[in-house]
């Protein structure tokens, strides 16, 4: 019997030898960034707890709120690129669609609105899953961004605060230019 007990003990210990806790790779990645953060001028700050960093984006139109998160057990980046203001509960429908048209054909990341709280935030992510994270890929990540934020959020304040409809404010983005 203190065989099977030992036997079981064993594979008991050996169940999760392939699950890999310190994430090597992760963890270079998080420091890439934070360097990379640095010497492209984005005056990172960590945020206690996580693996992420705060910093901000003067745009044309606003300024916004960049978080910039690096998962290092899932190998992963994302970039949050917050609008300083929220949306009201009686315009969430029609920001919504905003948001959903403006969606439809992005080629790089994505609006997402908070219905419970009307933040609006882009959103741009990439697995780095067994590779190192360049510095390319990670400005490939942040630019478009917050500059996609920037273009997109005076029409997304029209429709949040000025009555225009959805469809005229993506329109008005979207249309091509004149010839």
Known sequence: MAD???????????ENDD??????????????????LDEDGWFP???DGTTAFRSGFNGDSGKFRV???????????YIYVMAEVNVPEETRSAVS???????????IGNFELDLNDGEV???????????????RLIS???????TTMDRYFPSL??????GATALEAVAEIEQPPPA
């Open 45 to 47: 700050a960590p945020i």
């Open 140 to 146: 490939n990540a942040i630019y478009p961004a917050v």
């Open 121 to 135: 935030r882009y959103k741009s992510s990439l697995d780095f899953e067994g590779q190192e994270l360049p510095n």
């Open 19 to 36: 699950i890999v806790l310190d994430h090597p790779n992760g963890w270079t990645a998080y420091e890439v960034v934070a360097k990379f």
């Open 97 to 107: 669609e905003f948001v959903t048209r403006a969606n439809y054909g992005m080629r």
């Open 157 to 162: 304040m029209r429709v949040a605060f000025g």
């Open 4 to 14: 099977n007990e030992m036997a079981g003990n064993e594979m008991a210990d050996n």
């Open 67 to 77: 978080i910039t998160h690096v998962n290092v057990e899932l190998e992963q980046l």
